[in-house]
């Protein structure tokens, strides 16, 4: 189908409106109001579509907006008590605080909603002469002369389900820019695209991910403890299975309830969804929780390679930010501070550029400032910590990198060098024959809840007319191969119930239920044959966080 689209000029044309996108338009408007630069954010609103915690480094915002204070930023329950455990089947033991590496420490950060923070950093970006369009997702790259990016092509709206235009269709348009800065976050459609075009991760360790589940609760005032921050990891999971838990107490009786498993698991049966359903039982979490209501549902996939994975980050005609690039620091699970700081790199290597008259070409200065920074220095600092887990396992692998921490902070080497990842994560399952299988218990709906009233809470929505966003190379693959080799891992990594397989005059089909979807992108990551395909679906859908 030929189509005929509309176009719009600028100087720099931003993809998602998280922190990284966010604070590199602001930074672009702060160092010449005359600088134009859109924003376009496949949410319904800014905030729609971001998950964290959120435990908060300010020095990004600080750099970014010093006196973010006095402006009011959603920044208002300070960290008053940090708590680590290691927790058993039955018990658990306090990990002393002054055994953590210095940077381990959350003195001075701030407990919030991420997505609260979006919207505020909108509202200063719009100030300041931003143009943010909500409900645009970018779908495609529009290629200039020389082969370089010269802009981004945005979602058609209206279209059916078999792909052919319904009565309210809208091609999408075709938004050029001098740069094109990628902001998507963990696993962006277009980022992936753009890192397998121009090889920006030939000779680095393949991006591994983990999947991050949270909830926020009400709880009763008697329980809450506003500024508590607790870290958990071990039970439910095996010493092979990477991950933990977070309970952040803030605001006005809020709690965010989280869970993180590490996508390069062996066991094709282990469901993350079920195992953060299971956590909430330990008897040490369960009082926390009696008594309140879960309000929100949420998950999103989290980049985890670290320093090793992160790509080359600038390309001709534009460049990757924040946790497109991965900059997620994982022993602090924190990565908003350093999106911030990134999106700033890149908004004054763009700006150096335009000053000269350039465009269409490497923002070389971006490469130059990153590596000379903050974010630099602290991911090197945790280099080897998900090697070393990976390797290892908990029981010995956290160790050897809390010593490896220490070396680094205090002597400023460490003793394994610089360890490769092991690489990607859909290529650790194992066959389900040589595997434990896992029995979950039915939830209570009380503390633990099922897949599919978890998603209601999410806010998520999909026209159900629309063409499914989830995409198979091939298939007959699900049923082909990965049933049965894999007990097909897609019915039980899906933290949403998007895939099934029900049985149809005695055979066997996989199912998409695409409307569940909250695009937390754990199939396009996970799936052991590479073979679902995440691309955006129409602008505007998907979760819709609230306060997440």
């Known amino acids: 189908m030929s189509t005929t689209r509309e176009s719009m000029e600028f100087d720099v044309v931003i993809v998602g409106a998280?922190?990284?996108?966010?604070?590199?338009?602001?930074?672009?408007?702060?160092?010449?109001?005359?600088?134009?630069?859109?924003?376009?954010?496949?949410?319904?609103?800014?905030?729609?579509?971001?998950?964290?915690?959120?435990?908060?480094?300010?020095?990004?915002?600080?750099?970014?907006?010093?006196?973010?204070?006095?402006?009011?930023?959603?920044?208002?329950?300070?960290?008053?008590?940090?708590?680590?455990?290691?927790?058993?089947?039955?018990?658990?033991?306090?990990?002393?605080?002054?055994?953590?590496?210095?940077?381990?420490?959350?003195?001075?950060?701030?407990?919030?909603?991420?997505?609260?923070?979006?919207?505020?950093?909108?509202?200063?970006?719009?100030?300041?002469?931003?143009?943010?369009?909500?409900?645009?997702?970018?779908?495609?790259?529009?290629?200039?002369?020389?082969?370089?990016?010269?802009?981004?092509?945005?979602?058609?709206?209206?279209?059916?389900?078999?792909?052919?235009?319904?009565?309210?269709?809208?091609?999408?348009?075709?938004?050029?820019?001098?740069y094109i800065l990628i902001a998507e976050g963990a696993r962006g459609s277009l980022a992936k695209k753009l890192v397998e075009h121009f090889g920006l991760a030939n000779q680095r360790s393949p991006q591994t991910y983990g999947l991050g589940l949270k909830e926020l609760w009400e709880l009763p005032p008697e329980t809450h403890r506003p500024g508590l921050v607790v870290h958990t990891m071990g039970w439910p999971l095996d010493s092979d299975t990477g991950g933990g838990s977070f309970i952040y107490h803030y605001a006005a009786n809020l709690a965010a309830v989280g869970f993180v498993v590490h996508l390069d698991y062996d066991n094709p049966f282990l469901s993350p969804f079920e195992e953060f359903q299971r956590f909430k039982t330990h008897p040490s979490v369960r009082p926390m929780l009696n008594g309140g209501r879960r309000i929100a549902y949420g998950a999103r996939a989290i980049t985890e390679g670290g320093l090793q994975a992160v790509p080359g980050l600038s390309f001709p005609g534009g460049a990757l930010i924040g946790c497109a690039a991965g900059f997620v620091n994982v022993p602090r699970i924190k990565g908003s501070h350093n999106a911030i700081l990134t999106g700033i790199?890149?908004?004054?290597?763009?700006?150096?550029?335009?000053?000269?008259?350039?465009?269409?070409?490497?923002?070389?200065?971006?490469?130059?400032?990153?590596?000379?920074?903050?974010?630099?220095?602290?991911?090197?600092l945790v280099r080897n910590v998900k090697p070393l887990w990976?390797?290892?396992?908990?029981?010995?692998?956290?160790?050897?990198?809390?010593?490896?921490?220490?070396?680094?902070?205090?002597?400023?080497?460490?003793?394994f060098g610089t360890l490769a990842g092991q690489g990607p994560d859909y290529a650790h399952l194992r066959p389900a024959a040589k595997a434990r299988q896992i029995q979950y218990p039915k939830p209570d709906e009380v503390i633990s809840f099922d897949r599919l009233s978890s998603v209601f809470l999410s806010g998520t929505r999909h026209d159900e007319d629309e063409p499914v966003h989830l995409k198979l190379n091939d298939p007959d693959l699900p049923v082909r191969e990965n049933l049965p080799v894999y007990a097909e891992p897609a019915q039980r990594y899906c933290p949403a119930g998007v895939f099934e397989v029900v049985s149809v005059n005695g055979a066997p089909k996989f199912i998409i239920n695409a409307a569940n979807c909250v695009h937390c992108k754990t199939c396009d990551i996970k799936d052991p044959a590479q073979n679902i395909i995440w691309v955006p679906p129409q602008g505007g859908d998907g979760p819709a966080y609230g306060m997440m």
């Open 345 to 380: 790199y890149a908004a004054e290597a763009a700006f150096e550029a335009l000053q000269q008259g350039r465009a269409g070409d490497l923002l070389d200065g971006y490469e130059k400032r990153w590596r000379a920074s903050p974010v630099y220095r602290e991911l090197r």
């Open 18 to 178: 998280g922190p990284a996108g966010l604070a590199a338009a602001i930074r672009l408007k702060q160092l010449s109001p005359d600088v134009g630069v859109c924003v376009i954010e496949k949410g319904a609103e800014v905030g729609a579509h971001i998950l964290s915690g959120a435990v908060i480094d300010p020095s990004g915002l600080s750099a970014l907006i010093p006196d973010w204070r006095d402006k009011g930023a959603p920044l208002e329950t300070p960290v008053t008590d940090d708590r680590f455990y290691y927790l058993g089947a039955t018990g658990r033991l306090r990990i002393p605080n002054f055994l953590m590496p210095p940077l381990m420490s959350n003195d001075g950060n701030f407990i919030a909603s991420l997505g609260l923070l979006c919207r505020w950093l909108a509202k200063q970006a719009e100030d300041l002469g931003v143009e943010i369009y909500p409900g645009i997702a970018g779908a495609d790259i529009e290629w200039g002369a020389g082969g370089a990016v010269a802009g981004v092509i945005t979602g058609d709206l209206g279209l059916r389900r078999n792909g052919e235009p319904g009565p309210s269709y809208t091609p999408g348009m075709i938004l050029r820019g001098k």
């Open 390 to 415: 990976a390797r290892w396992g908990t029981l010995a692998g956290v160790p050897l990198g809390a010593i490896d921490m220490w070396c680094n902070q205090l002597l400023g080497f460490s003793p």
